[in-house]
């Protein structure tokens, strides 16, 4: 697999690692801190992860299609928006 870095260009999936879903949101109860740490949906199709590029040390939201592996849309984690 080969993902776009938005500063090095298209790169090897051996120079990223992937760090989790990122849609996930903390929750602010201690109650629903297992839920939050323990329990993981298993979606089929596209899903927003995080990953960071250890060569230029950049943490990057990657749209990835669960089945076939392509990446969609590649952004960089500091460039998003509250909520999206």
């Not at 989790?20 to 927003?48: C, F, I, Q, S």
Request: charged share 25%.
């Amino acid at each position: 697999m080969r993902l776009p870095c938005p500063y090095c260009g298209e790169r090897d999936s051996r120079e990223f690692t992937y760090r989790g879903d990122a849609g996930l949101v903390r929750p602010d109860t201690e109650e629903a801190m297992a839920d939050y740490v323990y329990l993981r949906d298993n979606p089929l199709g596209w899903h927003k992860e995080y990953w960071l590029h250890t060569v230029c040390r950049t943490w990057l939201v990657v749209e990835r299609h669960t089945q076939t592996h392509a990446p969609g849309a590649v952004t960089a984690a500091r460039s998003r928006r509250a909520g999206s």
